[in-house]
């Protein structure tokens, strides 16, 4: 008996490298993975079919107390029998893959073994399809895939083992040769075969474990790409930001070029293909065109399938990807590659999560933008809105001009208009030149010193480059008016200072006065929210500082800096790029 299990330890090694080979191979591990497929069980069944096939082959023949130990087995004289490995087979394949795929592979094993005879053959046949049906439904119950069910798998292992067993003592003629068998080949087979489940169900479990690795590892790549993408995608779908976001992709993945483009043209096309596949261009490829029509993701094999109208075109293989938001398809996403044979499931994967994130992405700058406009719609009504005693006193005042100084009555007139013109167009942009908003100031001035004559004074010191430069519009005026309403002392004259020059690379406008100041209590939050006081709500602070954040975002800086009787600063640090520059 013990003679027998190195024998067995050989078998059994024989079908472990077979599946050390078979999880090496892509098919057989994407096959572990999607055993719930027709095309997997089917596969599955085939795989451990030939397991116990081989298994039979490879059997050490037994004849009384003899033992003989031959390569392969093509008939077994009636009065013989053969030790083999052939449940092992049949258990794991029921176990991975259920009632339908045990059944099938104990079948094909069952059936190969009635077929090289012996006088167990009947017995072994009917055990091994039973042996099949019974772990397909224990494998459908508890699943062998999990960390904790290697224990599990091996217990049901030997079961069947033993159960093998049992069914050759009941049906196999005469009792007493089935008897001396089962006593023979009975505790090597049930043990080693029981070594060889455990083995093999590392092997599966290992596959599982690495696949989830992978996995895993790709989901941080594609969170990371997301990362590093979203900031350009809160953007929208623009040349601009699919030019970053092309870049970003075509650094971080195995693709040999990264397409996106729009409904009508390319986008960004970075790295091979360049030359043809042009941003600004009309779409080239039939691929991409069905994508964006049919909202589905597409992939590609050769360069045939491709279809791009370049007759020189080097790539070889595609995966087409739809951006979709708000439930539509607006752009595509694709991942080109000189090599077929890189497109494996892995950068599938990775690009379809990609696909997903981006798209997602895509909707909130939908929803952003929507916020923005609410936001601007909201902002141009308060721009809109003049003070009414402002308008009613300057008419009073030019009215008592008329007949007096009908020169400066009419200066003020034009000056009157200028203020709501300004007024008027500030309303409907969301920059001006800091030359129109001086402007405005100017005229908004003019009209206050001839109401309060001698009561302050305003200079300006504008550095010359910036008077072309682009700002929020009110954003000078109402400082200034704020330190005209509320900065006056009985003690002294109220100055107050204008001024716009660089500073490391940066705008700085700066309105300070030298009036009575702010109180501590409110200048923590003045600007950043509405307050009730004796002075004013702080509307004025709070509407100039979110206008700067909605369009600058984090790029900008307000900063208010106050002394008790000495005066106030008001800080803007705005961003010197081509978005508010000119000239």
């Avoid at 024989?14 to 080979?21: K, N, R, T």
């Avoid at 986008?267 to 009309?282: E, V």
């Avoid at 002392?489 to 309105?511: D, H, R």
């Amino acid at each position: 008996m013990l003679e027998l299990l190195p024998l067995m330890l050989e078998r059994v090694g024989i079908l472990v490298i077979l599946a050390l080979l078979l999880s090496r191979m892509k098919s057989f591990r994407q096959v572990v993975q999607n055993e719930h497929s027709v095309k997997g069980k089917f596969l599955l069944i085939l795989i451990f079919g030939a397991f116990g096939i081989v298994s039979n082959y490879t059997g050490v023949h037994i004849y009384q107390d003899s033992i003989m130990s031959q390569t392969w087995h093509f008939n077994v004289d009636s009065n013989n029998a053969i030790a083999n490995t052939r449940i092992m087979g049949v258990a794991i394949g029921g176990l991975l893959g259920g009632p339908f795929v045990g059944f099938g592979v104990g079948l094909i094993a069952g059936l190969h073994r009635l077929t090289l005879g012996g006088f167990t053959a009947f017995a072994c046949a009917f055990s091994t399809i039973l042996a099949g049906v019974v772990t397909g439904f224990l494998g459908k119950k508890y699943g062998i895939q999990k960390n904790n069910s290697l224990l599990r798998a091996v217990i049901i292992g030997i079961l069947m083992e033993c159960i093998q067993m049992g069914i050759i003592l009941i049906v196999a003629k005469p009792f007493d040769a089935a008897l001396h068998l089962v006593q023979l080949i009975a505790f090597p087979m049930i043990a080693i075969n029981g070594f060889g489940t455990l083995i093999f169900i590392l092997i599966i479990q290992n596959i599982l474990q690495e696949e989830e690795k992978t996995r895993a590892l790709q989901t941080n790549k594609a969170l990371f790409i997301a990362q590093q993408t979203l900031p350009h995608f809160r953007q929208g779908l623009t040349t601009h930001s699919s030019s970053e976001v092309s870049r970003i992709i075509f650094r971080l993945t195995n693709a040999d070029a990264i397409s996106i483009t729009d409904h009508e043209q390319v986008l960004a096309h970075i790295g091979a293909g360049s030359n043809h596949h042009k941003p600004l261009q009309s779409l080239s490829t039939r691929l991409t065109k069905k994508a964006l029509e049919q909202g589905d993701i597409f992939i590609a094999n050769s360069k045939e399938e491709i279809q791009c109208s370049h007759e020189n075109c080097p790539l070889q293989a595609a995966i087409v990807l739809p951006l979709k938001a708000s439930n539509r398809t607006v752009g595509s996403l694709k991942l080109y590659y000189r090599d077929s044979n890189k497109l494996d499931i892995v950068e599938q994967e990775l690009a379809d999560g990609l696909s997903k994130l981006f798209s997602t992405q895509l909707e909130l700058a939908e929803v952003e933008l929507q916020r923005r406009l609410l936001k601007d719609a909201e902002i141009k009504a308060l721009q809109a809105q003049v003070h009414p005693h402002f308008l009613f006193n300057s008419i009073n005042t030019i009215s008592s001009l008329i007949r007096t100084d009908s020169d400066k009555a009419r200066k003020l007139l034009i000056h009157l208009s200028t203020f709501f013109r300004n007024n008027l167009q500030g309303a409907r942009q969301t920059l001006v030149p800091l030359e129109k908003e001086l402007e405005h100031v100017e005229a908004y001035l003019t009209l206050e010193q001839t109401r309060f004559p001698n009561k302050f004074t305003v200079d300006f010191d504008i550095e010359p480059s910036l008077r072309n430069a682009m700002i929020p519009p009110f954003t000078l005026q109402p400082l200034v008016e704020n330190s005209i309403r509320h900065a006056f002392s009985k003690e002294k004259k109220l100055n107050v200072v204008v001024s716009a020059y660089k500073n490391k690379g940066k705008m700085i406008l700066l309105t300070e006065d030298n009036g009575k100041g702010i109180p501590t209590a409110l200048l923590k939050t003045i600007g950043n929210e509405t307050v009730q006081s004796k002075e004013g709500t702080g509307t004025a602070l709070w509407n100039i500082k979110k206008r700067i954040e909605e369009i600058y975002g984090q790029k900008e800086n307000f900063q208010i800096d106050s002394d008790l009787g000495l005066g106030t600063k008001v800080y803007i640090t705005l961003p010197l790029t081509e978005e508010n520059l000119e000239g």
